[in-house]
């Protein structure tokens, strides 16, 4: 998936068409679609990165991983969940795990 298709799906997400993201962040008109066929400066991938909540590396695909972690961590913050309920989660899908090995050996 393209660096365009990835935003356009997360403006998507939220309601945004990728003209109201561009004002938004003080880009100009077309700017976005333009990365089809052009390389975004660090600095507009960075603005873009910084208002959905991922990381440049996830709008790059430089490690798929950081896909499913993030769209967690994304649900997150739209369902105004805690971080401190977050880790609470991991803790405790940890512990479960550990006492099924135990069981299971």
């Known amino acids: 998936m393209s660096i365009v298709e990835k935003i356009r799906n997360l403006a998507a997400a939220q309601g945004e068409s990728l003209a109201s993201l561009e004002r938004k962040l ?17 600095e507009k991938l960075s603005k873009v990165a910084d208002f959905f909540g991922v990381s440049v590396d996830y709008l790059a695909d430089r490690d798929p991983m950081n896909s499913l972690y993030f769209s967690c961590l994304r649900k997150a913050r739209q369902n105004n969940i805690d971080p401190a309920d977050m880790e609470l989660a991991v803790n405790t899908i940890i512990a479960m795990r550990k006492k099924d090995r135990e069981q299971h050996g």
């Not at 880009?27 to 660090?42: D, K």
């Open 26 to 42: 003080g880009l100009g008109n077309g700017t976005i679609a333009r990365w089809e066929t052009g390389s975004p400066t660090l």
